[in-house]
Each structure stands twice: as structure tokens, then as C-alpha cells.
């Protein structure tokens, strides 16, 4: 799938560029551009992709320091020059936008829904958000910001698939630490997602297709990604055990959004050498996965590559809300009612949560 990636605030830009990257060095040519905008100078100064610095008369080059209403505002009174930006950038072969954003914090947490909604006024193909998700330990203002902007980003963009900052990280590393890892994990499994629709080699019936990515993301709300690989051996009926064992693998352990497989579509994308990838297989796990998702609509398809493993993606499109999902809602729901009782003038909807714009 060609698409434009935009990454707005420090860990978006950074995603985005560790994504355009791994595209690049693949050879996969699915990312057709990547840009950074952030109201922080210093994040978008170690970024090597091209950038804007928005904001510059509010915040002077500082950032917006987690403020995401703030971020919002900016991304919204700056937004035609944003587009200026963008035009150009976004050229008619392009299949989608994908807007990179940490939701935790404030430029990308703000920002992000902001800009989703006017590339969606602008340009007919869809506007995804990636949504990075703050950790467990992470602090309570990352989790209320990633609450509100969760419910505004759901609204503004086509489809929002969510990376839990807890999923892919590895147990022994703090989080911190575990950024650049992350960080390498997302790339490597969104960036073989983009471009298995991409797949030349090996052209035939059963290699998956754009159209296939953008219709299991069709019903909009949240998305998510799974993942696992095995070695694999030469010869395809020995494989069956593993494709339908990498599948379970990727929907139980490898999700990028744990805990949550009921949705409304699903695409199962098989990537490896073609010779070794087994049809009953394949097939097998794609029953399996409208078993246990629930769905109707699984979609399936190969990526040919060259290797000797086996990789299971599962892209799952209309997402049911996690537990997980619902504390963040919570979380912020919480700070809002703290700053009503700080601040007993400012009115806010009672129990509800309030949209950022
Ligand atoms: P912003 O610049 O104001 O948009 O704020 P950040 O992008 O720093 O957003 C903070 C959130 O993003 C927090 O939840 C961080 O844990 C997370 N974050 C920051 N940098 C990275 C990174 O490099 N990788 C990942 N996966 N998450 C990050």
C-alpha cells in the first residue's frame, strides 16, 4: 500500500522515521514519503526527514509540555499552513495518510485528531492514525491525555490502529530503554503490513492486495496488529502445524493491543517464500481466526519474501473496547473531575468524557 506518513510530536516523528527506514532498507518502496511536525524544535532537530516546527508564536520553539488542548488549538489555527506543507507530499498515487502519534503526550496526542480531521476534508483516501499508547508505568497525565485523545482520534480518522506501549517492549528493559526496541519492533511489523500489499514477486491469486488492508479497516474505530514468525521447512506440508500455530501465536501473545479479539473484520497475511507457505494452512488459520474473532469478513492472503521463516500478521479492523482500553477513558474522565473541583467555574459535562475539540 503506498501511503504518506506524518508524524507529529517526538514519538512520532521518531516512529516515523524508524518506519520510512526499515521500508527503505527493505527495498519495499511502500512508503512514499514521511514528514515530522512538532511545536518542540529540539525533537524535530534529531529527526533526518523533513519537518515543520508549528506553533512557534505560543510555545517559541518549547513544545506544549503534555498540554494536548493547547496542541490541538495550534494544529487547528495553524492548519493551513500544515496543509501548504503537505501539498505535494501527498501526490494522487498515494492510498492512504497515516498520521504517527504518541497519544500520551501533547503535541502528538492533540495534534494528531486535529490534523486527521482536515487531511479527511482535503484528500479522498483514508487517514489513519497510529496511536501509540502510554505503558502501565507510565505517569497519570500520559494516561488521562491518551483517554481523551483516544476518543477524538476514534472520531476524526478512518480507522485507528493502537500500539500499547507494553505489548511489544521486552520484560527485562525499562521503558525508556525500551523505545529504541519498540520502536524497532512497530516498524518492522507496520511497515511489512504497508507493504505486503505491495508484493510483486510471485504475482497471483492468493497475494494480498491494498484493497484488502483498506477494506478490513473499512468500519473505522480501532485497530490493532499482530504478529509472530517461526523457522520453517522446505517443504510447505510440513508447515501446516506452524502457519496455524504462528496465527494463534499472533492474535494471543502478539497483539498490538492485548487482551481484546472480538472485531468486525480481520486480514491474515502469511509472509515467507512462497514455496513453503502451505494453502491448508493458511486456510486453516483463516477459519480458526473468524472463530475466534467473531467476524464474518477475514480476509487472507501471502507475502512472498525470501526467507526461511514464516511470519503470521493479523490485522484486526473494528476492534471491541479493551479493559485496558476503558482505564484510559477512565483515567481521563478522573482528571477532568479534579480539575472541576480545582476550578468549580469551568464547566464540564458531568460524567462524560469531553472530545478535545
Ligand atoms: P509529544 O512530543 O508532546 O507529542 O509527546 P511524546 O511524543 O513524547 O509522547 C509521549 C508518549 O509517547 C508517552 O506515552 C511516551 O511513553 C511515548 N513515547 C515517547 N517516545 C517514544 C518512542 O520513541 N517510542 C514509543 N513507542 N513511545 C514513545
Partial sequence: MQVVLIGV???????????????????????????????????????????????????????????????????????????????????????AVVIVAGLGGGTGSGGAPALARE????????????????????????????????????????????????????SEETLEEGFDHINDQIAQRIGLLLASGEAVEGVGESVVDSSEIINTLRDGGIASLGYASAEASADPGENVNTVTSITRKALFTGMSLPNAVD????????????????????????????????????????????????????LLGGVERSQRIEEFMQRAREAHEAAEERDPVEEFENDELDDLF
Avoid: C
Wanted: hydrophobic share 40%.
Fill in 263 to 314: 472485531a468486525e473484520a480481520a486480514l491474515l497475511v502469511v509472509a515467507g517464500d512462497p514455496d513453503r507457505i502451505p494453502r491448508k494452512g493458511v486456510e486453516r488459520a483463516r477459519k480458526w481466526l473468524e472463530e475466534e474473532t467473531g467476524s464474518l469478513q477475514v480476509r487472507g492472503g501471502d507475502f512472498p519474501l525470501d526467507s526461511d521463516r514464516l511470519a503470521s500478521l493479523v
Fill in 9 to 95: 510530536g517526538q514519538a512520532g516523528g521518531k516512529v516515523t522515521q524508524v518506519l520510512a527506514e526499515f521500508d527503505h532498507d527493505m527495498g519495499f518502496n511502500a512508503v512514499q514519503g514521511a514528514f515530522g511536525v512538532n511545536t518542540a524544535k529540539a525533537d524535530l532537530q534529531s529527526l533526518s526527514i523533513d519537518t515543520m516546527l508549528i506553533g512557534q508564536d505560543r510555545v517559541k520553539g518549547h513544545g506544549v509540555g503534555g498540554d494536548n488542548e493547547l496542541a490541538a488549538e495550534i494544529m487547528q489555527d495553524e492548519s493551513t499552513e500544515v496543509m501548504d506543507a503537505l501539498d505535494g507530499r501527498i501526490s494522487t498515487s498515494a492510498e
Fill in 119 to 170: 487531511l479527511r476534508r482535503v484528500y479522498e483516501v483514508p487517514v489513519y492514525v497510529l496511536g501509540i499508547l502510554p505503558g502501565r508505568d507510565e505517569g497519570a497525565l500520559y494516561q488521562a491525555n491518551a483517554g481523551r485523545s483516544l476518543k477524538t482520534v476514534i472520531r476524526e480518522s478512518d480507522a485507528s490502529l493502537l500500539i500499547d506501549n507494553d505489548a511489544w517492549r521486552s
